[in-house]
């Protein structure tokens, strides 16, 4: 492969099955057409052994996160799936390589049923718990599209999330970040005054000196089943000028676009301009399905794959993302890199973009 930035792995481990039906993802929606399937042993030996070859290779690997197109926690061997994540943890470890951070993602419900967070902990994962809003409305729109069942379903996930924290207090967890997911943005900025004192209540009831945040920009839509008022990406500035390092109620509060998390750097958003005939920052990393296939994570119906872990090294896979072009999939996507605004960086991004376009990619 050609980039030479870190890559974010994001793995699969429940495809098509999830207790939430969040307004943004295609899951438990009638235009989902993908399978409802848990991920094997086989092929999450396989992507840890290929991390561990990528990584003894020199690639650099920042994160893996066991998130994808389901709900995480709801895997009938979750426990084992993390174990192996541990082992390869353990095995860099001793052979001093570089380690990834390796987490997992869930909307929290399954937290307190017995063995999910320990199964987290005893292998040193993070942990990262989808929380929009604290609304109950508005949650239960978000993550059920049923505001009446917000109240229930806070009530289910609050004590979840609390658990959590005691983990943390108790240096069970390495940390505990919450995601301002799903990004329906006029919900999350009108509430999140209200969301983040919620939080941060949570937080110093727990004992908890520090809260987390991790924010995903406005608009972010990867399946285009909600469309915002405004088309122009919001970084909510105001409200990390306001709120970020700053303390409430006691507890300080410190926030992350997800851009910056995925390319904290200027170089990293050239590296995809010169690598990729698709420049999509979507589509840059890898994204393994329950199958091992490899596509793109708006891609929830798997309709375009491109390779499988089980055959390929990571650096077979990126070869094939670097030489992708757009398919009908990307059509329906309004995080196409033409269409990113918001910000100088992102102007600029979506600028060369589209002369890149106009010499490589087919028509579109």
């Not at 798997?302 to 670097?322: F, H, P, V, Y």
Request: hydrophobic share 35%.
């Amino acid at each position: 492969m050609k980039t030479k930035r870190s890559l974010f792995i994001n793995n699969t481990l429940v495809q098509g099955i999830c207790n939430y039906n969040c307004i943004i993802c295609g899951i438990n929606k009638p235009t989902y057409s993908g399978p409802k399937a848990y991920q094997s042993q086989e092929v999450t030996k396989k992507l840890t052994e290929r991390i561990k070859e990528a990584i003894a290779e020199g690639i650099k690997i920042k994160y893996v996160a066991n998130s994808g197109d389901g709900e995480p926690t709801l895997h009938p061997e979750f426990g084992k799936r993390m174990n192996l994540f541990g082992e390869m943890i353990k095995e860099l470890q001793k052979k001093h390589l570089p380690l990834p951070d390796v987490y997992v993602v869930t909307n929290g419900s399954n937290l307190r049923k017995p063995g999910i967070l320990e199964a987290i902990s005893d292998n040193h994962l993070g942990l990262n718990i989808s929380f929009p809003t604290s609304h109950p409305e508005h949650y239960g729109e978000i993550m059920m599209m049923k505001p009446a069942d917000g109240k229930r379903l806070l009530k289910k996930v609050v004590p979840c999330i609390e658990k959590a924290m005691q983990f943390l207090k108790n240096g069970k967890l390495p940390y505990l970040n919450f995601h301002i997911s799903p990004p329906y943005r006029e919900y999350v900025r009108s509430d999140f005054p209200e969301t983040l004192e919620f939080l941060a209540n949570l937080a110093k009831k727990n004992k908890i000196r520090e809260i987390q945040l991790v924010i995903f920009p406005s608009t972010s839509n990867r399946t285009s089943l909600i469309k915002h008022f405004s088309k122009r990406m919001d970084f909510f500035k105001d409200y990390f000028r306001k709120y970020n390092n700053k303390t409430v109620f006691g507890v300080k509060i410190k926030m992350m676009l997800t851009n910056k998390k995925f390319y904290p750097k200027r170089k990293d958003l050239i590296d995809i301009l010169s690598n990729f005939k698709f420049p999509c920052l979507v589509y840059g990393n890898p994204f393994i399905t329950v199958f091992g296939d490899s596509c793109c994570c708006n891609d929830q119906n798997l309709a375009s794959i491109e390779g499988n872990i089980l055959t390929m090294s990571i650096n077979q896979l990126m070869n094939i993302k670097e030489n992708y072009l757009p398919s009908d999939v990307c059509k329906r996507c309004d995080q196409s890199p033409e269409r990113l605004s918001g910000s100088i960086d992102f102007i600029c991004y979506s600028s060369f973009s589209f002369i890149k376009k106009l010499f490589f990619w087919s028509v579109f």
